[in-house]
């Protein structure tokens, strides 16, 4: 098996394991968070002890306990919290709703934590044990304790949102290697690419109109998300109806998933036939055409940076995509990709001959991929 990059552990990690990934990412995070807050809070007590003697002297053991617990408690939480909202109700929910919800969640959440925290915690076991029933702390101390966690649990917020913003636009395992600055400079990778176009798509603007057309062009995309994770593909970028999507060689060949994405897409378009024929009076289909290669990965830009893919690849996909409607087929690969792998055993294929495409200065073999052996 060839050696794995963290990136592609990530991913895989998180196509297998979709729930146990959130919750764990949302785990680790607000367990490290409260942690650091733990030492923070130990480091302040210690130093104010150093001129004033407290009634609670400070230790770093116990903060770091209820530390671990509230992180644990709180990280779960809010890791079913998200992946079952935003798989089930915020979908198709404004980014302000969906923003509010979490924050009342959130809030809910921390109230509780912190009250199991003063009044199960310390009142029922710390106190007891070792204050003999006298407390140290009164309402107006634990008002502005919880005012730190509040602030605290804010800034630690709009971080973990970062990250999973991060991870949704690059996938998952990316943010890492972009804090190295491993994209800072051009970096060769062989990857195959597919480029998906909705067909017909100047007709079907027209009867719908553009309103409408938009959110056909929404579902399909939405539902061509819906099979992504399975057969481990990246989307690249969205050009109007069109959708660019690329693999890894090894997770691309891996049981030839970039072919099959493209007709698991199909079958979802099908499962979803009666909503489409009753919102739009037609079922979306997509025409692709995929080419595999080099390309060069580099990070680009200053006001919106993204992470951008050159090279002949991404072209020759392009173009050998745009002879789909030249030659009425759906699917449509080179000849190098066609002789990598198992392809010629699993799949029905026809040569369409060596073609001169736009740019080019060798002729490329494409076939049409006809359906499974």
């Not at 002890?49 to 053991?61: F, M, Q, S, W």
């Not at 809010?78 to 009342?104: A, E």
């Amino acid at each position: 098996m060839p050696h794995l990059t963290y990136t592609q552990r990530a991913r895989r990690f998180t196509i297998r394991f979709p729930f146990l990934s959130v919750v764990l990412s949302q785990v680790g995070f607000w367990i490290l968070a409260n942690l650091v807050l733990a030492c923070i809070l130990y480091l302040l007590y210690a130093s104010v002890n150093e001129n004033t003697k407290l009634v609670i002297a400070p230790e770093l053991g116990p903060n770091l306990v209820v530390g671990f617990i509230l992180g644990l408690l709180y990280g779960t939480v809010q890791g079913i919290t998200d992946y079952l909202l935003d798989k089930q109700f915020f979908r198709r929910r404004s980014l302000g709703i969906t923003f509010i919800l979490k924050v009342g969640i959130s809030l809910l959440t921390l109230g509780f934590l912190f009250s199991l925290v003063r009044f199960v915690l310390f009142d029922q076991v710390i106190l007891p044990m070792m204050f003999k029933g006298q407390s140290p702390m009164n309402d107006r101390s634990w008002m502005l304790t919880f005012y730190i966690f509040l602030l605290w649990y804010f800034c630690m917020t709009l971080v973990i949102t970062f990250i999973i913003q991060v991870n949704k636009k690059y996938g998952p395992g990316v943010l890492v290697p972009l804090l190295l600055g491993q994209y800072r400079k051009p970096r060769e990778e062989e990857r195959i690419f597919m480029f998906m176009d909705l067909q017909s798509s100047t007709t079907i603007a027209e009867e719908l109109g553009h309103i409408k057309y938009s959110s056909f062009i929404r579902d399909s995309f939405m539902d061509i998300n819906q099979v992504i994770s399975a057969w481990q593909a990246e989307i690249y970028q969205y050009v109007g109806d069109e959708i660019v999507l690329s693999w890894r060689i090894s997770e691309g060949m891996n049981n030839l998933a970039c072919i099959r994405f493209y007709f698991a897409c199909r079958e979802q378009f099908q499962k979803r036939k009666d909503y489409y024929m009753k919102q739009y009076g037609r079922v979306p289909f997509f025409k692709a055409g995929l080419h595999m290669g080099k390309i060069t990965a580099v990070e680009i830009g200053e006001v919106k940076r993204d992470i951008a893919f050159h090279g002949d690849t991404i072209n020759t996909a392009a173009r050998i995509q745009g002879l789909c409607n030249t030659y009425s087929k759906s699917l449509l690969i080179s000849r190098q990709f066609a002789d990598h792998g198992e392809f010629n055993q699993r799949f029905k294929s026809e040569s369409l001959g060596e073609v001169m495409l736009k740019g080019k200065q060798q002729a490329v073999e494409i076939l049409s991929v006809e359906g499974v052996v």
